[in-house]
């Protein structure tokens, strides 16, 4: 039906501070151009050249800062095809930073300000035979948006500077608190010439819908059309589905722009679950649409992999108090565990599909079965969903709103978000892994919450919120659940209300003076946690590899630059940041004291800490809280203090095991509670789990305790959290000496989980400073046995060995295996916890 030509490859590129009118003629004589690849960013294309360093190391990124203060022109020549000449034409462009202008043979064609979503230029009548001059004239709003309100949206000085509540492109880029301002520009997306006669589809959706009792599902095809012709066109949609055999609906095209669809039942379908609850099936749906008007004979034919899955969130009575959050699927409570996702680098279009499954592979690793798309970055990258798909990982979505006030008070930008959304809900609606669209991130909660109601604009976005986007969702897309905010309370209730909807319980690392207390965390009774996480160090090798060398001390320029603002930040002026009095907090050493690996090394432990911390407290409340997602699991930059498990080249920080470990399927809890210790054992697999536990106090110096201890045999239900078994707290003097223990056993694996409680800060606790540990390497595994409590014994500092375990404890007379094969040569204890303390205990 259409053609098309690749406008992909080398480009001219050109910059202006002024007007940039002259660049865009047909003819430029004596003016010079960059040979630019399409697509590519600009700050690539000039480190390419040797003309800009790279920017995610040391300071590079400040000095980039005049590449988006710039006009830049994208100039080309093609041939047009003759058959393209005296038909219907377009150009398409798929993803272009930001504001753009597009010329053709030096006559304005269109205009385009989404990164969102492709901008389709119509220039049927403009080609010419032979050869055409392009041009696009690109700018990251920086002018265009210049003269629009600033602070009745927000008045922070990056957004007063960038004006990019305004902007429909990832709002991080204006700089946030793990990532320092990159504003990205260029032509970022395939470029492409598209001519025919006749219908053109623009768009293809493919989605499943189960009945209630899964019995029967209706696979659903839908084709967005322009037809320019004024007459009579017929046209068919075919949808085939294998096991379902194949349904043909005829039409008469409207002219214009319509939605044409078609469905199929399909008895007793296979269903796709979650990763941990059952198989990924796909279908292959082929999609076929031919009219009248296409005098070629081709049709167009579009594939989608879908899956069938009913989606649900429980909202039903809470016993306590509220409501319950509990996500299902399949009719399946599904206890949601991960992180939050953010861009996976600063120039975010350089990320491979490689790249995509690396870091979907690393939360498999963690036991991830969710990852929350957060709104201030991009939409999902079609090989993000893909791989998901695949592999079981649930999707949480929002929407591209952050932290801001949006100008949905102004008609044309209400209008562009709604085509933006609709672009997007389309174009995913065939991934069986994105179950939830979410329409912002943390706007309902500053409404309520920021004092954003006492001053001019008043909630200027609450009907694309409350209104627009809810109903976008539910007609586009009718297998996904639709929800206002994150976080979002029902009922009129405070978004932060821990009893209804989701949560981000930041209370204990942003709102605490003196660093972080996440003790508190073990009486957090959220429903639906999703964003709540711990600062950490990154690796050392990390921290080496953007440091450059001169600069490798605690707090050096680079350091700095690269460091998150409540890492560095106290609560009062003049107080040491929130990351640096957590370690003071916790060791009782005065962090500046450190030299900058011993200080790496304490902050990413204590992280481990941190998050343990918070998953183990929701894990034992499952169902009651239905979710233990952390903010954050990726990094777009490497960074000094991160909030994630994943940084920025995919290291392993020291907290990746200890989060794998909380995560996983089978697992203990040790929790105090009003003067008495709980045992709580959690099994999310779909059978009984049989074993022992063994479980009370132990010293950490390895002798003899006098409070109770047992060893049972234990049964745990599947998809449960349950009690064990309970037993006194001891007096404070012996909470330093002892701590509360649990292990799990079989007969089959051995060790399957172990978990432990302190009661005091660890600088109190008697800790051994350097306990013997004796290892033994044999038939692939490594066993290892301490005669004292040994606090995180790390094998690897820097995340780039492959193994299958580390920054694990060793209780005393316990030993602790996992496997160790030929290649990894001889195992190592490189640092422990209790090192942290040699000086100051001898």
Known sequence: MHDSLSLNGEWGLAYTDDTPLHYVAEQL??????????????????????????????????????????????RRTFDAPEAALGVSSWLVF??????????LNGVEVGRHANAHRPARIDVTGKLRAGENVLAVRLETGLFADADKPGAEYRSTPQSLLSKIHWQRKGQWQRGWDWQQRLMNVGILGDVHLEWGEGPVVLQTQVFAVPSPDLAEATFTARVAVLNPEKGRVLATLRIEVPGAFAHVRGFELPTGESIQEVSLPLES??????????????????????????????????????????????????????RHFILKINDRPIFC????????DMLYSTVTPERYRELVDLAIGANFNMLRIWGGGIFADSALLDYCDEKGILVWHDLLFACSKYPGDFPDFAAE????????????????????????????????????????RTHPHYALFHHDLPQIVTREDPSKFYWISSPYSPDYKNPTDPTVGDQHPWGVSLRQPGGADWWDYRKYVDRFPNEGGVLGASSLATLRQFLPENERYLLSPSWEYHDNPFALNGAKPGDLGRAYQTVALWTGRDPLTMDWEEYAFASALLQAEGLTEYISNYRRRMFSSAAAIFWMYNDSWPATHGWTIVDYYRRKKLAYHPVRRAFAPVTVVVAEEGGVIGIYGINETQHEWRGDIFWGWCSF????????????????????SSELTRFPLLDEVSLTKEFAYASLYDDREGLVAQNRQFFARFDRLDLVPNPHITLMRGGGRLVLVAEAFV????????????????????????????????????????????????????
Not at 94 to 103: C, G, N, R, T, V
Not at 280 to 308: A, I, L, M, N, P
Not at 701 to 720: A, C, D, F, K, Q
């Open 94 to 103: 798929e993803k272009l930073e930001y504001d753009a202008i597009i010329y």
């Open 269 to 322: 379908p296979q269903l796709w679950w979650p990763i941990g609850h059952g198989e990924q099936h796909r279908y292959r749906v082929k999609v076929t649409f031919t009219s009248s008007s296409d005098q070629t004979g081709t049709d167009y034919r579009v594939e989608r992999w879908t899956g069938v899955r009913k989606v649900e969130v429980d909202q039903s009575p809470h016993p306590v108090e509220g």
């Open 337 to 344: 565990k991960g992180g939050n996702w953010v861009p996976a």
């Open 701 to 720: 110096s390895g002798e003899n305790t006098g409070g109770h201890s047992g060893r049972e045999p234990v049964t745990l239900p599947p998809n449960s």
């Open 791 to 842: 606090w995180g014994v790390c094998l690897d500092v820097d995340g780039e060995a492959p193994l299958a375990d580390n920054c694990f404890d060793l209780l005393p007379g316990i030993p602790y295996t996992l496997p160790w094969p030929d290649e990894l040569g001889e195992p190592r204890i490189v640092r422990t916890g209790n090192q942290l303390f040699h000086a100051t205990n001898e």
């Open 417 to 456: 978000v709604r085509r933006e959304v609709t672009w997007a809900v389309r174009e995913m609606a065939h991934h069986p892994s994105l179950v939830v669209w979410c329409g912002n991130n943390e706007v309902e909660e500053a409404d309520w919450n920021w004092g954003w109601d006492r001053f001019y």
């Open 29 to 74: 004589p004596g003016k010079r151009l960059l040979p630019a690849a399409v697509p590519a960013p600009i700050h690539q294309v000039l480190m390419d050249h040797g003309l800009l360093d790279d920017p995610r190391l040391g300071l590079n990124a400040l000095r980039a800062r005049w590449v988006e203060e710039q006009f830049w022109i994208y």
